[in-house]
């Protein structure tokens, strides 16, 4: 039981954090979401940055899941997979803002100079994902642009740098069209970057920007 209440704190956490974020999530917010107490609370962890850096680990391990099971991974060519990769986080790059955009990214942003501790782990754990994309890069490097000055290690944190910055944007503008189309641009990038320009799937459309829809009322 007393891991299920854990459980249930973490899941409020990251919910809270994406929607008001860290600063603003109080205690208070946490128990009231999950109908528990505070001595409960503090059973689990020692303060609210402690209840951070969990849930930052917590939402890590399930985004790491989802992406080793994704289709994405069945591609059987190295640059295939990577565009791919690509493919799937920009299909995710629709409804709710706060559904889709990364805890992580949030965290790291909000507290690197008040609690540099958590950003740090959070900005660890986004290079750790990065990581996961290196063996990729660096085979379809070796096959189609093996005279590039880039690496592998600086391409796989480029696609992250795009990514936070696609949620930051979309998030600015309050329009997932915002993401999608950065992710368009990524995808084209690394195309031109192993000179093997691919066509995209059509089985996910881009969301409509609000702009564009407001335009075309008028």
């Known amino acids: 039981m007393a891991s299920t209440s854990r459980e249930r704190l973490l899941d409020a956490a990251v919910s809270l954090i994406r929607t008001k974020g860290y600063t603003a999530m109080r205690v208070e917010d946490v ?3 999950t109908g528990l107490t505070k001595g409960s609370f503090f ?7 402690d209840l951070a850096m969990a849930a930052a680990e917590r939402f890590s391990a399930r985004a790491d899941l989802m992406f080793s099971r994704a289709a994405f991974r069945d591609e059987p060519d190295a640059l295939g997979r990577l565009l791919a990769y690509v493919d799937f986080r920009r299909g ?10 990364c805890l992580l990214g949030m965290l790291a942003q909000e507290t690197y100079s008040t609690h540099p501790q958590l950003s740090q782990s959070c900005g660890q754990h986004i290079q750790d994902h990065a990581a996961t994309l290196e063996p990729d890069i660096a085979a379809a490097k070796a096959a189609h642009a093996p005279d590039a000055e880039w690496t592998a290690h600086s391409l796989a944190m480029f696609t992250q740098a ?3 910055g696609a949620f930051v944007l979309a998030k600015s503008q309050h329009d997932p069209a915002v993401a999608a189309d950065c992710l368009d641009h990524l995808r084209r990038y690394l195309e031109l970057s192993f000179n093997k ?10 969301p ?11």
């Open 31 to 33: 128990c009231e979401a």
């Open 43 to 49: 059973h689990h962890f020692a303060s609210k940055e």
């Open 92 to 101: 995710a790059m629709q409804g709710d803002l706060a559904g889709f955009t």
């Open 162 to 164: 795009v990514v936070q």
């Open 197 to 206: 320009p691919q066509a995209p799937p059509h089985a996910v459309p881009a």
């Open 208 to 218: 409509r920007s609000r702009r564009a829809a407001a335009a075309r009322k008028s």
